[in-house]
């Protein structure tokens, strides 16, 4: 038996209007969701713990099995690993994202942010910015290290965990309230922004119409993780095939394969195909028992904001990685369960993430049940299914600990 799970980052949602009432989830044509829908168990699954803040850190690592309460270091220390950055244990580390704030004459505190994402900006024009930004502030006590995007790291030497504020929580607001209260990093974010703002990357995409990356925010601090083989707690052997630098940095320590895909960029336009045949070959060729395929567009599109395009997420995932992945498993005659769900919702309406339960889709190619609901949240919450400790989830899709 295989073990697959398909992750829509942020993909649950609320009714909207807009949409006759319906979520992004309901609204989408998603013919093989719906179809595997009738034959698979589904149901609703708390992936945040009471307490925790919502995040892809604290979701994902419950849905891969580790209790976020036990194992969550902070979200930047992750994303470190993936990126190869070495970390004593009195580092701490800091997602440094290369943000849009607005350029009107003002106080550095009256700005807004704009964009978290600078327009999805490439990592080639974003490693150019980040260099400079090094160039000009980095030293022994600071050191910034190039991710994926406009997602990067920054290692504070002896530093210690401080509050700070994710920048897709307070978007179109001004940033005074949320800048860090330490004053040296609140001093880099305001110097990073001198040293963007003209710089000939920015001015070339202000000219494209594109949003500057103008700006480096600090949030996320953590110590070094430390997480548990994952083979070891589970007795499978997990490939992961994600964009996203915190995906990659969980597997990393939590021993599993990392596929890095040529063209996935964490965006709506993605290598979907490259994807799906790197989890397949994966489970039926390199000797993996489980593939783990993160899916970053709909979240993203909900901190946009963009209802249509959010909905376009949704089915490209069903079109682009659903369907040709059941058929390839089925093609190489490998049994597998499969397991289909959001980390969070990250709803239009607030554009950023909320701790609500998310549905989940469980299909066995053996044991194909029989019933008439589609995948979405009003289906999963009609189930009667509902898990209150997300981690446990897994033990349900490996037949394990049940």
């Not at 700006?215 to 996320?220: Q, R, V």
């Not at 058929?327 to 005659?333: I, N, P, Y």
Request: glycine share 10%; proline share 6%.
């Amino acid at each position: 038996m295989k073990y697959i799970v398909v992750l829509g980052d942020g993909m649950a949602d609320e009714p909207i209007e807009q949409l006759g009432g319906r979520t992004p989830l309901a609204y989408a044509k998603t013919p093989n969701l719906d179809r595997l829908s009738k034959l698979s168990e589904i149901g609703m699954v708390h992936t945040i713990p009471e307490g925790m803040k919502p995040g892809s850190d604290t979701a994902n690592l419950a849905v891969l099995g580790y209790d976020p309460k036990k194992y969550y270091s902070g979200r930047s220390p992750l994303e470190a690993l993936s990126i190869g950055v070495p970390m004593k244990d009195t580092d701490i580390a800091i997602r440094c994202n290369i943000v849009t704030i607005s350029e009107e004459d003002v106080p550095f505190g009256e700005k807004t942010i704009i964009d978290h994402s600078s327009s999805e900006i490439s990592t080639e024009e974003c490693a150019v910015l980040l260099e400079e930004v090094s160039k000009q502030l980095g030293n022994e006590e600071y050191r910034f290290y190039v991710g994926t995007s406009y997602r990067h790291c920054l290692i504070w030497s002896g530093g210690s965990v401080v509050e700070l504020s994710q920048p897709h929580d307070v978007l179109g607001q001004k940033i005074g309230p949320y800048l860090p209260q330490d004053a040296v990093l609140r001093g880099m974010m305001e110097k990073s922004c001198g040293i963007l703002v003209n710089h000939p990357i920015n001015i070339e995409r202000k000219k494209k119409g594109l949003h500057p990356a103008n700006c480096c925010w600090f949030w996320g601090a953590g110590t070094k993780p430390m997480l548990s083989s994952f083979e070891e707690k589970t007795g499978r052997k997990g490939m992961m095939v994600s964009a996203v630098d915190l995906l990659k940095g969980i597997a990393v320590g939590a021993g599993m394969g990392v596929c890095l895909v040529e063209g996935a960029n964490g965006g709506l336009n993605t290598n979907y195909a490259g994807k799906v045949e790197a989890a397949v070959k994966a489970v039926t060729e390199d000797g993996y028992d489980f593939a783990y395929i993160h899916l970053e567009a709909p979240d993203e599109m909900g901190h946009q904001g963009s209802v249509e395009k959010k909905v376009q997420a949704i089915e490209y995932l069903d079109e682009k990685v659903v369907g040709p992945l059941v058929s390839k498993m089925e093609a190489a005659g490998e049994d597998f369960r499969l397991l289909v769900l959001p980390d969070h919702p990250t709803p239009i309406r607030v554009r950023t993430h909320t701790s609500d339960p998310v549905p989940y889709m469980l299909y066995d190619s053996t044991k194909p049940q029989e019933h008439t609901w589609d995948y979405n949240e009003e289906a999963g919450r009609a189930s009667g299914n509902d898990l209150a400790e997300g981690y446990r989830l897994i033990d349900r899709l490996l037949q394990t600990n049940l």
